[in-house]
């Protein structure tokens, strides 16, 4: 069982996933496919960085802010082109658009949950799409990498 650890460790078990995902072009209709390929959930990256998120939950750095049910946390501001953000959330999030796209690392934490309609593992979305993340039939952790961290959040 993975330990709990500072911010700083948990940085670089972010870094190699980071650096994979650089190559995934978000606006391909693939892109979900090749971020799955470039750091696979089942390997030992991933599974390392999913076991320590995990984890992690009930540390006072990784998900420090709550609001609306959710509770979610900037883990990097800046790692090689991304920010992460990570959220736990088992109801709708904020409606937000993705000017640079978003590359989501989803893990269950309770039940079978689905993060818009989609299992475990990777989700991405394009440049300039918007959604309201949802979270239905348990509760997630989804580490968000934003490219260039950009977001916008939008009013409902």
Not at 72 to 84: D, N, P, W
Not at 134 to 151: D, H, K, Q, S
């Amino acid at each position: 069982m993975t330990q709990t650890m500072t911010k700083e460790q948990f940085t670089d078990l972010l870094r190699p996933v980071a650096e994979a995902l650089r190559a995934v072009d978000v606006d391909a209709a693939d892109a979900s496919a090749q971020a799955e390929r470039a750091a696979p959930f089942a390997g030992a990256a991933v599974a390392a960085l999913r076991a320590a998120a995990v984890a992690n939950i009930a540390s006072e750095w990784l998900l420090p802010k709550a609001a609306n049910g959710i509770r979610f946390g900037r883990v990097a501001k800046e790692l090689l082109g991304f920010s992460v953000d990570a959220v736990l959330m088992d109801v709708p999030g904020p409606r937000h658009r993705h000017p640079n796209g978003e590359l989501d690392l989803c893990m269950a934490t309770k039940g079978e949950p689905r993060f818009d309609g989609k299992p475990t593992g990777w989700v991405v979305y394009g440049k300039g799409s918007v959604h309201v993340p949802t979270v239905r039939g348990g509760e997630m952790l989804i580490l968000y990498f934003l490219p260039a961290g950009a977001i916008e959040f939008l009013a409902d």
